[in-house]
């Protein structure tokens, strides 16, 4: 798997920690960034521990609406709810056994963070709509990046729960922290969108290429990683890949700003569509009136149309602002 691959000190200790984590039949968290690879590692410490024959069921807890989270671990009683017309079991039931992996378990409502503690220090629950007690043993592997301890002092998550569930707690790198691996990562998926796109040769990286995919941070990880080299491997018509889109939001028509209609020479510095050596005088009413136009609609689009915020920009009290709104207000739309 993509997200076990990686000769970088910081990856190789994490993978060390998590090996040592496996063995112990206890609760983990990992505290990764988005794109990191989370999933992975819980699946790998899955399969490492004594509880690999039996399943490994995920659920990504930012993936479900709040009311619906506590049905889907624990699972409904028929007749719990309407259109529930028969029981159904939860993921709790489902990984017995095994392991369960709840990713961004930050987001768990503090009324279902109530029965999972339930469910970590007795090994029981009952479904919803039901008074049946269900025993279950399960290990939880625990995943996010929010701040869990700051959550608990803001009353979000409960501190007896993240107690149980921090019997260890691995903090996976980001890809920035293993730059050695950045080069080995994308070699890796060069070759397999070469594979999957029937390719007869393999493009290699250019060394200015490979020396700005060095130099990125790489803030969405190795998902990010992924998504640029595949990028790069499907639009590459030779042998070597000469070219990167780091940014595929980065938009080649910007928007014109207000007074950008006029060329480059016209401008002044401020954007205004004029040179004000070269204006008339016959022409200071015109002049005042761009002016002014292009000053309060810049302002407003900075502040996202909250017109004393705009006055305040404009260093103009919320009154002088409302004259000049009032004045132009047809030109502003």
């Known amino acids: 798997m993509t997200e076990n691959l990686g000769q970088a000190e910081t990856f190789i200790e994490f993978q060390q920690q998590l ?11 990992i505290i990764g960034e988005r794109g990191s690879g ?35 671990l624990f699972g ?36 279902v963070q109530e029965k999972i503690l339930r469910a970590v220090e007795y090994g029981t629950f009952e479904r919803v709509g039901s008074s049946k007690t269900f025993e279950v043993d399960t290990r939880i592997i625990g995943a996010t990046y929010a701040d869990l301890p700051q959550l608990c002092r803001e009353g979000k998550f409960k501190q007896d729960l993240l107690d149980r569930l921090s019997f260890e707690v691995l903090f996976l790198p980001p890809l920035r922290e293993r730059e050695e691996d950045i080069l080995f990562l994308a ?17 290699s990286l250019s060394p200015e290429v490979a020396h700005q995919l060095r130099r990125y941070h790489w803030p969405g990880n190795i998902r990010e990683l992924k998504n640029t080299i595949e ?16 940014n595929p939001f980065k938009n080649p028509y910007p928007p014109i700003e207000v007074g950008e209609e006029a060329s480059g020479d ?18 200071f009413s ?10 309060l609609k810049k302002a407003l689009q900075q502040t996202g149309g909250v017109q004393k915020k705009a006055a305040a920009l404009l260093g103009l009290s919320y009154d002088q602002f409302r004259v000049y709104y009032r004045k132009y207000r047809d030109q502003l739309h």
């Not at 529930?84 to 095994?98: M, P, V």
Request: charged share 25%; glycine share 6%.
């Open 19 to 29: 090996s040592l984590a496996a063995k112990v039949d206890r609760p983990v968290l």
């Open 266 to 283: 016209d401008r002044t510095e401020s954007g205004a569509s004029f040179d004000i050596g070269k204006v008339p005088l016959h022409q």
């Open 187 to 203: 070699e890796y998926f060069i070759n397999r969108m070469a594979l999957e796109l029937n390719r007869e040769i393999i493009p």
């Open 38 to 72: 989370k999933e992975m590692a819980a699946s790998r410490l899955h399969f490492l521990s004594e509880r690999w024959q039996h399943p490994f069921v995920t659920i990504n807890c930012a993936a479900l609406p709040p009311s619906l989270i506590e049905t889907e």
């Open 231 to 246: 990028r790069a491997v499907y639009k590459c018509e030779g042998e070597v890949i000469d070219s990167v889109t780091l």
């Open 76 to 111: 409904h009683d028929a007749g719990a709810f309407t259109g529930a017309t028969k029981a159904r079991k939860g993921r709790f039931e489902e990984a017995n056994r095994g392991t369960i992996f709840l990713d961004e378990i930050g987001l768990i409502p503090l009324e």
């Open 286 to 295: 015109d002049i005042q009136q761009e002016v002014v136009i292009y000053f």
